[in-house]
């Protein structure tokens, strides 16, 4: 059974950079089927694709948050990161992070990162 | 205009059945596009529920059962999840989404309300 579980700071200063782990049980993370992906979701609002990255190491990010994220991978841990720089309140959300298949089959619980001072 | 548009909201009585809309941005076809439905419910994260391309190109998610089903109404240019046989337990929130210019987009959700 695939198990995905995020981890990070819940707190983080407006201006500073968001930084999340999300640890990958009962599979591979190196396996070039599958994609690694972060999605967030602010309270009482939709879903939002941050970007993705591939067993190999290959990326794709959301036009939206292109000039400021970097997705990466730890095969030797089993676990991928996500790295949003220069946050405001607005990245205040439930960050999920998820394993891409034919879909987003496996999501973690969901990290809640705060932005404020 | 969003890439995807769906109704905020839908309400739906116990026993019937629900058809849930996904409608792509005008100039993009959805003959083209697998559409891949998710369930939220309250507290929790999204699950998968099946993606839907043509009836010979689909994917049921893993223990999703059969009364969830997708289609395409390509005269509205759009998705559609029809959920039959409503039960309470299928009042959440739901997505689609696509695989659109190089990421995912995802519509802005459909709040069904079974009641």
């Known amino acids: 059974q695939v198990q995905l579980q995020e981890s990070g700071p819940g707190l983080v200063k407006p201006s500073q950079t968001l930084s999340l782990t999300c640890a990958v049980s009962?599979?591979?993370?190196?396996?070039?089927?599958?994609?690694w992906t972060w999605i967030r979701q602010p309270a009482g609002k939709g879903l939002e694709w941050i970007g993705r990255?591939?067993?190999?190491?290959?990326?794709n990010y959301s036009p939206s948050f292109q000039s400021r994220v970097t997705i990466s991978v730890d095969a030797s841990k089993n676990q991928f990161s996500l790295e949003l720089t220069s946050v405001t309140a607005a990245d205040t959300a439930v960050y999920y992070c998820?394993?891409?298949?034919?879909?987003?089959?496996?999501w973690g619980q969901g990290a809640l990162v705060t932005v404020s001072s | 205009q969003a890439v995807l548009t769906q109704p905020s909201s839908l309400s739906a009585s116990p026993g019937a059945s629900a058809s849930l809309t996904c409608t792509l941005r005008s100039g993009i076809n959805v003959d083209t596009y697998k559409i891949y439905w998710y369930q939220q419910k309250p507290g929790s994260p999204p699950q998968f529920l099946l993606k839907?391309?043509?009836?010979?190109?689909?994917?049921?998610g893993s223990g999703v059962p059969s009364r969830f089903s997708g289609s395409k109404d390509a005269s509205a240019n759009a998705g559609i999840l029809l959920i039959s046989g409503l039960q309470s337990e299928d009042e959440a929130d739901y997505y689609c989404?696509?695989?659109?210019?190089?990421?995912?987009?995802f519509g802005g959700g459909t709040k069904l309300t079974v009641l």
């Open positions: 990255i591939s067993g190999t190491g290959s990326t």
């Open positions: 009962g599979d591979s993370i190196s396996s070039a089927s599958y994609y």
């Open positions: 839907y391309k043509s009836d010979s190109d689909k994917q049921q």
């Open positions: 989404t696509i695989w659109h210019s190089g990421g995912v987009v």
């Open positions: 998820a394993r891409d298949y034919w879909g987003l089959e496996y």
